[in-house]
Antibody, heavy 120, light 106 residues
């Protein structure tokens, strides 16, 4: 059983909305932590998108804040990402991740990642 | 916004020591974490809070942080250590990743 699993469309058209869900297994989202989304364009580095607490409190990357919404569904043990008005430059592998118990400001459990291509 | 600067690449001979730096303004006052990422895989946390190793990470991996530079040290480098390495910190409610360093084991 994979602790974190991303799911969603692998292809999104430019100017449309990217939507992904992270399903958490083996741990209750309601137990705590700020759950995060991180992305990585092909051949490039890691970029934090935002994080959400089980209560719904969120932190976003300032460079994306106007276009990002992260939400949580504790009944399904899932949290989700919506990114509006996407461009080709946002083609990337999108990861969901859980902070480390010993260091909530680091991520120790990552999903396998899902590739999202922005193209018409 | 806060920036973390890493060298693009570091080469190390098999069995020798590699040092990867992460530069930032007064980074010594922050908690710095390090990730290893192999091609096609998700990142793996190898050092947290400057110098702590998660369970399962070899003792060959160590870290330090002082002044304006944090350092990840890989001792007795092995072929399996060849990967990209990223530093990361949390500052003012924002997670920041370093630019990444490709480590090549010769």
């Amino acid at each position: 059983q994979v602790p974190l699993q991303e799911s969603g469309p692998g292809l999104v058209k430019p100017s449309e909305t990217l939507s992904l869900t992270c399903t958490v297994s083996g741990y209750s989202i309601s137990s705590g932590y700020y759950w995060g989304w991180i992305r990585q364009p092909p051949g490039k580095g890691l970029e934090w998108i935002g994080s959400i607490y089980h209560s719904g409190s969120t932190y976003y990357n300032p460079s994306l804040k106007s276009r990002v919404t992260i939400s949580v569904d504790t009944s399904k043990n899932q949290f989700s990402l919506k990114l509006t008005s996407v461009t080709a430059a946002e083609t990337a592998v999108y990861y969901c991740a859980r902070p480390a118990a010993a260091a909530p400001d680091a991520f120790d459990i990552w999903g396998q990642g899902t590739m999202v291509t922005v193209s018409s | 916004s806060y920036e973390l600067t890493q060298p693009l690449s570091v080469s190390v001979a098999l069995g020798q020591t590699a040092r990867i730096t992460c530069g930032g303004n007064n980074i010594g006052n922050k908690n710095v974490h390090w990730y290893q990422q192999k091609p096609g895989q998700a990142p793996v946390l190898v050092i947290y809070r400057d110098s702590n190793r998660p369970s399962g990470i070899p003792e060959r991996f160590s870290g330090s942080n002082s002044g304006s530079t944090a350092t990840l040290t890989i001792s007795r480098a092995q072929a399996g250590d060849e990967a990209d390495y990223y530093c990361q910190m949390w500052d003012s409610s924002i997670f920041v990743f370093g630019t990444g360093t490709k480590v090549t084991v010769l």
